[in-house]
Nanobody, 124 residues
């Protein structure tokens, strides 16, 4: 069982930056693929980024490539999402999720545990 708690959301102007954190419980944190998803009002949940066990493998949705960076600190049981050059269309509730897969996966149904979400609002 893994519990995930996100933090770091807020209101920022377009072009600004935020860093989201997701703290996890559990002794086997390093054996989970971790992902970030987001849901904007009136839309489906969207994959944003994922990171493999060791942190050496990452994958991003095209719309955030070059702007967002996912990282993890297995000693601290924490995954991060550094978001730079934010745009109004990045406004959403951001969720972190953990998967027992041994490789990076994108579809949300591969993720077994979810956080409660943190709101990110980017003003124009």
């Amino acid at each position: 069982q893994v519990q995930l708690v996100e933090s770091g959301g807020g209101l920022v102007q377009a072009g600004g930056s935020l860093r989201l954190s997701c703290a996890a419980s559990g002794r086997t944190f390093s054996r989970y693929v971790l992902g970030w998803f987001r849901r904007a009002p009136g839309t489906e949940r969207e994959f944003v980024a994922a990171i493999g066990w060791s942190g050496s493998s990452t994958y991003y949705v095209d719309s955030v490539k070059g702007r967002f960076t996912i990282s993890r600190d297995n000693a601290k049981n924490t995954v991060y999402l550094q978001m730079n050059s934010l745009k109004p269309e990045d406004t959403a509730v951001y969720y972190c999720a953990a998967s027992t897969s041994s490789t990076i996966v994108v579809p949300s149904h591969f993720y077994d545990y979810w956080g409660q979400g943190t709101q990110v609002t980017v003003s124009s």
